[in-house]
């Protein structure tokens, strides 16, 4: 068992549609960072949450929002999507300080369609 | 800009034989190199890791070596097996709290 928690794990939308995608962290963990993985490519940083803010972002499109909730678990919402958006998404959670331990949980795989 | 290389993106080897994946960093700030293996349709799992104030590491059949001097560092599988047939990443990061960036991944397959 991972620890982090993904839902739902595989979900299929329309090209346009909007999509929300949930994590829960490990226990002790209050870091919450998104990945897309694309078939065939290495994980994307797309942003990262951190005392409900976002910390850090990579380059993705503002179509890209998230949230941190106070027990520390996210959401990753897409809009108008796109059929490159299609991938596996990957929430990972750790601790700001003093330790690399990042958790991937098991991923949510998006078709676009 | 940060960007993590990665070679060779397929690699297949003889069971029992060793394999060796190279990565080369951009970012000098960089000081914490994770090596992980994905296995078809699962999560990432940390495999092996390195610090900078390191040089090497090994952990039973499986070793990672790291130059600061020239940003590259490499993981080394020795006696591969079956089950060592994966998708491997190496990946760079530059503080605990920093995002994870991934290289593009090797592939790599044990003949029987």
């Known amino acids: 068992d991972a620890g982090v928690t993904q839902s739902p794990t595989h979900l299929i939308k329309t090209r346009g549609q909007q999509v929300t995608l949930r994590c829960s962290p490990k226990?002790?963990?209050?870091?919450v960072s998104w990945y897309q993985q694309a078939l065939g490519q290495g994980p994307q940083f797309i942003f990262q949450y951190y005392e409900e803010e976002e910390r850090q972002r990579g380059n993705f499109p503002d179509r890209f929002s998230g949230h941190q909730f106070p027990n520390y678990s996210s959401e990753l919402n897409v809009n108008a999507l796109l059929l490159g958006d299609s991938a596996l998404y990957l929430c990972?959670?750790?601790?700001?300080?003093?330790?690399?331990?990042?958790?991937f949980g098991s991923g949510t795989r998006l078709t676009v369609v | 800009g940060e960007n993590v290389e990665q070679h060779p993106s397929t690699l297949s080897v003889q069971e029992g034989d060793s394999a060796v994946i190279k990565c080369t960093y951009s970012?000098?700030?960089?000081?914490?190199f994770p090596w992980y293996k994905q296995e078809l349709g699962k999560r990432p799992q940390l495999i092996i890791d390195?610090?900078?104030?390191?040089g090497e590491k090994k952990d039973q059949r499986i070793a990672v070596t790291l130059n600061k001097t020239a940003k590259h560092f490499s993981l080394h599988i020795t006696e591969t097996q079956p089950e060592d047939s994966a998708v491997y990443f190496c990946a760079a990061m530059y503080s605990s709290a920093s995002k994870i960036i991934f290289g593009s991944g090797t592939r790599l397959s044990i003949r029987p």
């Open positions: 226990s002790g963990h209050d870091t």
């Open positions: 990972a959670s750790s601790i700001p300080t003093g330790d690399y331990g990042y958790t």
């Open positions: 390195i610090r900078s104030n390191v």
């Open positions: 970012d000098s700030a960089s000081n914490y």
